[in-house]
């Protein structure tokens, strides 16, 4: 077909898709198709317009490596990763609540047992917390050979992975015990801005959108026969827990940390005088029981 113009191009896209095997790839692409070409004609595109949206795509891909996620943080912002989240999650009752995963998950996380200190090499002191809890069936049986891949900020709201010459810090991957039970020791997170020196910030500096995020702690919760859950931990009291730059925020997963001024807990714990105490319980799916549930292994997460 030729002579094609604003009228009859998309039809015409669309049906070169016709020998496409593979049915979801093929629905995929015509809705994209469809809806790329509404967009330009809703907004009547120039070409000058074209080519800076050229520019600004490519931008943020030069903003991937392995350790930053420019594309993760640009679906971020716009919501798209919390749409595809909602999508997929209809979790079950009682579930820990799934959000994004993040621009900055990172390989090679350290593995703690029991107890274990996140805060070991840590290059910027923060408020001590022992953190600890269950992770248990949505039924409240506790899951043997749970995992938590956990990771947050520095005390300066600044991510290890930002800083290409740093070694990590406050990740790890920590074991729960035969019955459940994990414990770690860490740093009170802090509220942050997403990173905002390169394509990404420049977008959210132009829409006049803040860019911070209330404080939290990521976690990826797997254990075998449950569905992984992918979230975070709020802290209770933070300013920015109305208007998180990704959208991420749920009220079951805003958690309060109580301060323990007892010297013989910090003792016990073997935690400074006073500290803080999270205590958080996660609550997975069965395998099965809910549809449409992603899996992603930790070490796949970026791949
Ligand atoms: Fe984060």
Known sequence: MRQLNEDTLTAEVVRRLKGVKDPRFKQI???????????????????????????????????????RQGCILLSDVLGLSMMVVALNHKTAPGATEATVLGPFFAHGAKEFGYGGDLRVGATMKGEDVYVSGRVLSVDGKPIAGAVLDIWQAKADGIYDVQDPEAELELRGRVKASANGEYAFKSYKPKFYSIPMDGPVGDL???????????????????????QQVITHV???????????????????????????????????????????????????????KVKARRVVAPSDALA
Request: charged fraction near 25%; hydrophobic fraction near 40%.
């Open 29 to 67: 692409m015509t809705s994209a198709i469809k809806h790329l070409h509404a967009f330009a004609r809703d907004v009547k595109h120039t070409e000058e317009e074209w080519f800076e949206g050229i520019k600004f795509l490519t931008a943020v891909g030069q903003k991937c490596d392995d350790k």
């Open 234 to 288: 709020f802290v209770e009291g933070d300013p920015y827990l109305d208007g998180d730059a990704v959208f991420a925020v749920k009220d079951s997963l805003v958690a309060k940390y109580g301060k323990v001024a007892s010297k013989d807990e910090a003792k016990k714990l073997g935690m400074p005088s006073p500290f803080l105490r999270l205590q958080w319980d996660f609550n997975l799916s069965p395998m099965g």
């Open 204 to 226: 959210v500096r132009r829409t006049g959108n803040h860019h911070m995020r209330p404080a939290h702690m990521h976690a990826i919760v797997s254990a075998p026969g449950y």
